[in-house]
């Protein structure tokens, strides 16, 4: 599967953004999807994640009450809402899909599908 995000810019902090990865194919719904990020001179790290319906979610201690994810099936889409970011959120924002991961393991970098990143800057 081949990801495509997008969304990302410049906010000034308290602001809000969504981001969104395309995938390519049909299998979409086959795949857990995740958002993962890195800012300069750190290691990459776990946002959110969304299971393969939908129905359960995983959120970074960093980002719960601020982020959400969703997807879109039909649409082949992932979505990240964004709200009231800090300049901490700065970031570039990966999407990653993989087809057997289980919940325990949503925060896992070892995601089998990566996109190219979307650039997401908070100024303060």
């Known amino acids: 599967v081949q990801l495509q995000a997008s969304g990302g810019g410049l906010v000034q902090a308290g602001g809000s953004l969504r981001l969104s990865c395309a995938a390519s194919?049909?299998?979409?719904?086959?795949?857990?999807m995740a958002w993962f990020r890195q800012a300069p001179g750190k290691e990459r790290e776990s946002v959110a994640a969304?299971?393969?319906?939908?129905?359960?979610?995983y959120y970074a201690d960093s980002v719960k009450g601020r982020f959400t994810i969703s997807r879109d099936n039909p649409k082949n889409t992932v979505y990240l809402q964004m709200n009231s970011l800090k300049s901490e959120d700065t970031a570039v924002y990966y999407c990653?899909?993989?087809?057997?991961?289980?919940?325990?393991?949503?925060?896992?970098?070892?995601?089998?599908?990566w996109g190219q990143g979307t650039l997401v800057t908070v100024s303060s």
């Open positions: 194919g049909h299998t979409f719904r086959r795949y857990v």
């Open positions: 969304i299971s393969r319906s939908g129905g359960s979610t």
């Open positions: 990653a899909a993989d087809p057997g991961k289980i919940y325990s393991a949503y925060g896992d970098p070892s995601y089998a599908y």
